[in-house]
C-alpha cells in the first residue's frame, strides 16, 4: 500500500481543487449527492479562490456518485401522500426559465490552483446523456455507496441488502489487479456474516 500510493500522498499537483456539477432539467428532475456531507461548500464559494478546499496528488482519482430522479417522477415523489403547506403555494405563474435544448445531461466543472499559484484555474467539461462509462467501474462503486449507507444506516438506503453489496461487487469486479476489489469484497461477506449473527441474537433474546 505504502508503494503503490506513496505518489498521491507526498507530491501534490494541485491544491484548492472544487467539482460543481449542474444538470441538465430536461434530463434531471432531481438530484442528491452520496457522500461527502463533511465536504461540501456553497455555490458561491466555488469561485471564490479564498476558500479552501482539498488537495490532488499525482494519481490520485475521486469518485462522487449521484442519486438521480427522472423528471417525470418528480411530481410523484412530491405528491406522494404529502399535505400542502400551509404558508407557501406555488408561484402563479411560475418564474420564467428558459430551457435551453441540449443533449447534455450534465456539465462538470474543476477549479483548482498549482501547487504555488494562487489564483485558481477553470476546466469546464460537458456529459452527453447517452452512457459513456464503464458499467464495471460503476457497478462495483456503487456496491460500495450501498455498504457505506448500510454501516450507516442511512435513511436513503432503500432497500438494500448486504447481500445486494456482495453481489454487486463480485459482479462487477472486473480487473483487480493489486487485490483491492477482492480485499473489499472479503470484508462486505464479513459485514454481512456479523449482520446475519447480530439478528440471531436479536430474535433468540426476543424469545
Known amino acids: 500500500m505504502l508503494v ?12 484548492d481543487v472544487k467539482i460543481q456539477v449542474e444538470f441538465n432539467p430536461a434530463l434531471v428532475g432531481a438530484y442528491r449527492l452520496v457522500g461527502y456531507e463533511n465536504r461540501r461548500l456553497k455555490a458561491r464559494d466555488f469561485n471564490d479562490d479564498t476558500k479552501d478546499a482539498g488537495e490532488m496528488g499525482a494519481g490520485h482519482t475521486v469518485t462522487a456518485l449521484y442519486e438521480i430522479v427522472p423528471p417525470g417522477a418528480v411530481a410523484e415523489i412530491n405528491n406522494g401522500g404529502v399535505d400542502p403547506l400551509k404558508y407557501q403555494r406555488p408561484a402563479n405563474p411560475a418564474p420564467a426559465m428558459v430551457a435551453v435544448p441540449s443533449d447534455e445531461m450534465m456539465t462538470v466543472k474543476v477549479r483548482y490552483k498549482h501547487p504555488d499559484g494562487d489564483t485558481s484555474t477553470l476546466v469546464s467539461v460537458p456529459v452527453l446523456g447517452r452512457h459513456t462509462t464503464s458499467a464495471r467501474h460503476l457497478g462495483f ?3 460500495v455507496a450501498q455498504f457505506g449507507m448500510l454501516l ?4 436513503f438506503k432503500g432497500d438494500a441488502t448486504w447481500t445486494d453489496v456482495v453481489r454487486l461487487a463480485k459482479s462487477h469486479r472486473g480487473e483487480d489487479r493489486d487485490g483491492y476489489r477482492a480485499e473489499f469484497i ?3 461477506e464479513l459485514a454481512a456474516s456479523l449482520a446475519r449473527q447480530r439478528t440471531t441474537t436479536s430474535d433468540l433474546s426476543r424469545r
Do not use: M, N, Y
Not at 503503490?4 to 491544491?15: D, I, N, P, R, Y
Not at 450507516?152 to 435513511?155: C, E, G, K, Q, V
Open 4 to 15: 503503490a500510493e506513496a505518489g498521491s500522498t507526498l507530491v501534490t499537483v494541485a491544491k
Open 141 to 143: 462503486a456503487a456496491s
Open 152 to 155: 450507516r444506516d442511512s435513511p
Open 186 to 188: 472479503r470484508l462486505a
